[in-house]
């Protein structure tokens, strides 16, 4: 019985240590996920005081935005920011792609322009993208496959052209994909090839 106690009690020695652990590696996460959003937020000339984004506010009062148990940002949602957001020709802020455990990144309805961003296409645990209904131009080029956990890819209301590339079949956990209402060729050809090819897509719209 002592021997089982004392084995118990070792236990939670170590759980404290590692709860103070958790603790300390979640506040020094939160402090460089704050960071890299407020060096975003000033790349894309929108306001952070406007978002209660400041140092003095709780993680959970900052509008846009969840973190998970880690202090790591979970999603970052600036749909429709007030005022728009925008990039200095075509170039999005470096520190999106330090965002690397996001799962949820909504840009949608602001004047974003250039080329779908790099910094985007390498957060390779991202699986919910909405860039929809911005200035986004260029072709889809084969970074887009390095998305490999997405599940839903709105790009429609853009500047996109180029031929529409069989290599977007290689996003196999795709269950919804947008692309309408850009100027994308080979759209009716691959619409049969995306639907065969990607069995988990029930929603789409390349046309």
């Known amino acids: 019985m002592h021997d089982y106690i004392n084995a118990h009690a070792d236990d939670n020695g170590d759980s404290d240590d590692n709860k103070s ?37 709780p993680s959970s009062a900052w509008e846009g935005v969840s973190f ?39 840009l949608s309805h602001n004047e974003l322009s250039g080329d779908l961003p790099r910094e985007v296409c390498n957060l390779a645990h991202l699986q919910f993208l909405y860039l929809n209904n911005n200035a986004l131009e260029g072709e889809l080029g084969p970074d887009i496959e390095k998305l490999a956990s997405l599940k839903t890819l709105n790009l429609s209301g853009n500047q996109l052209t180029g031929q529409l590339e069989p290599s977007l079949s290689a996003l196999q956990e795709l269950e919804i994909l947008c692309l309408s209402n850009n100027s994308l060729e080979g759209t009716a050809r691959l619409e049969c090839c995306f639907q065969c090819c990607i069995y988990t897509l029930h929603s789409l719209s390349i046309g």
């Open 21 to 57: 652990q958790v603790s300390d590696n979640y506040d020094s996460n939160m402090l460089e996920e704050q960071d890299n959003l407020l060096t975003i937020i000033e790349g894309f000339g929108g306001d952070a005081a406007r978002l209660n984004w400041t140092p003095s506010a």
């Open 68 to 106: 998970d148990r880690q202090g790591c940002v979970r999603s970052l949602i600036l749909t429709d920011h007030n005022p728009p957001l925008e990039v200095s020709e075509g170039v999005f802020p470096e520190a999106l792609e330090f965002l690397s455990n996001v799962l949820f990144l909504d």
